[in-house]
T-cell receptor, first 114, second 114 residues
């Protein structure tokens, strides 16, 4: 069965600093990988996705993520964090063979210090 | 405006009292899903539907029912709620399967069962 692990439950960074959120997945075939962001009181919004091709994918709000098959990882990065990036971030993997099954990690809550 | 609408946003009920959380989407999406979000566990899929009259179990279906009589609506039914169903619930829809079509989420329903 597929699974996703986000090792960091909370991360605090200073505004303007760089950010990397870790995501490791377990899946038997080529994964379809996603990062979603959840602002307080809101539903989830898609940041970026990886299906195939270039392993470095660009998303909205200046985020990017790199797929590393050898490490089973799909880490999210941003070179300079803004206070408005404070939110909870979820990594997810989808199985093409399991209908609409999307498996989420436990989430990483990002706090931004002024 | 394209959106997924859930109602109510907040619900407090007592054990055993049947309730329904409604979900409606205006994007003509075929796929709809229900998730529950619990701290540290991320989002877990309860049920999903690939089309009208087609529903299937997700990871945590016990204690829940769904129906898909119309394309736009996908209500979640708790016939006899219990305290372990206290959670934040999200409805989501997508044009295609989750593997290749991003999910659009509602703003959530916070349910408390006493």
């Amino acid at each position: 069965a597929q699974s996703v692990t986000q090792p960091d439950i909370h991360i605090t960074v200073s505004e303007g600093a760089s950010l990397e959120l870790r995501c490791n997945y377990s899946y038997g075939a080529t994964p379809y990988l996603f990062w979603y962001v959840q602002s307080p009181g809101q539903g989830l919004q898609l940041l970026l996705k990886y299906f195939s091709g270039d392993t470095l994918v660009q998303g909205i709000k200046g985020f990017e993520a790199e797929f590393k098959r050898s490490q089973s990882s799909f880490n999210l990065r941003k070179p300079s964090v803004h206070w408005s990036d404070a939110a909870e971030y979820f990594c997810a993997v989808a199985s093409f063979n399991a209908g609409n099954m999307l498996t989420f990690g436990g989430g990483t809550r990002l706090m931004v210090k002024p | 405006e394209a959106q997924v609408t859930q109602n109510p946003r907040y619900l407090i009920t007592v054990t055993g009292k049947k309730l329904t959380v409604t979900c409606s989407q205006n994007m003509n999406h075929e796929y709809m899903s229900w998730y529950r979000q619990d701290p540290g566990l991320g989002l877990r899929q309860i049920y999903y539907s690939m089309n009208v009259e087609v529903t299937d179990k997700g990871d945590v279906p016990e204690g829940y029912k769904v129906s898909r009589k119309e394309k736009r609506n996908f209500p979640l039914i708790l016939e006899s709620p219990s305290p372990n169903q206290t959670s934040l619930y999200f409805c989501a829809s997508s044009f295609g399967q989750a593997a290749n079509s991003p999910l659009h989420f509602g703003n959530g329903t916070r349910l408390t069962v006493t």
